[in-house]
């Protein structure tokens, strides 16, 4: 920012005062979410492989503000079936659930139905989602 001031000789001056422009800080940016492999198999074909970091969230509606629970690979367990038109993979984790729906449609597939819920045991509250829409649609042996 520059600041000029032209003076004419003979002419009373004042310099005006400067003013301050006051930035938001940024909000501290929230920890990487972990990245897990899941997997549904029928024997020895996998038929679901997906590769995501999950994150829920849910409006608190007692502290009027978004809770955000990050979900732990590590701790979760996997499950689910393999058909030939529609594939479930289901994630639990302690506190919740996560299922996935997805539907082959020749020549693409895509998830059909996902469907969440989590309780969070410090407060006693208990949320639950489900989403019945076309997404993440692509192309078979593609992701």
């Given at each position: 920012?520059?600041n000029t001031?032209?003076?004419h000789?003979?002419t009373p ?14 909000a501290p940016?929230?920890?990487?979410i ?12 996998t038929c679901i492989?997906a590769?995501m970091?999950?994150q ?10 978004m ?14 079936s ?17 299922n996935?729906?997805?539907v082959?449609q020749?020549?693409?597939?895509y998830?059909s139905?996902?469907?969440?819920r989590?309780?969070?045991?410090s407060?006693?509250?208990l ?10 649609t692509?192309?078979l042996?593609?992701?």
């Open positions: 920012m520059i001031t032209t003076i000789p003979g001056t004042t310099i005006p005062s400067t003013t301050m422009t006051v930035r938001p800080t940024p940016r929230p920890s990487p972990p990245t897990g492999i899941y997997t549904v198999s029928n024997g020895n074909r492989k590769v970091g999950l829920l969230m849910a409006q608190n509606t007692q502290k009027k503000q809770e955000y629970m990050a979900v732990n690979p590590n701790a979760t367990e996997t499950s689910g393999c058909g030939t038109v529609q594939s479930e993979l289901n994630i639990t984790f302690s506190g919740g659930f996560i996935f729906t997805f082959k020749a020549p693409t597939y998830v139905k996902i469907e969440a989590l309780q969070l045991s407060e006693g509250m949320y639950y989602a489900a989403i019945d829409k076309k997404l993440f692509t192309k042996g593609n992701s």
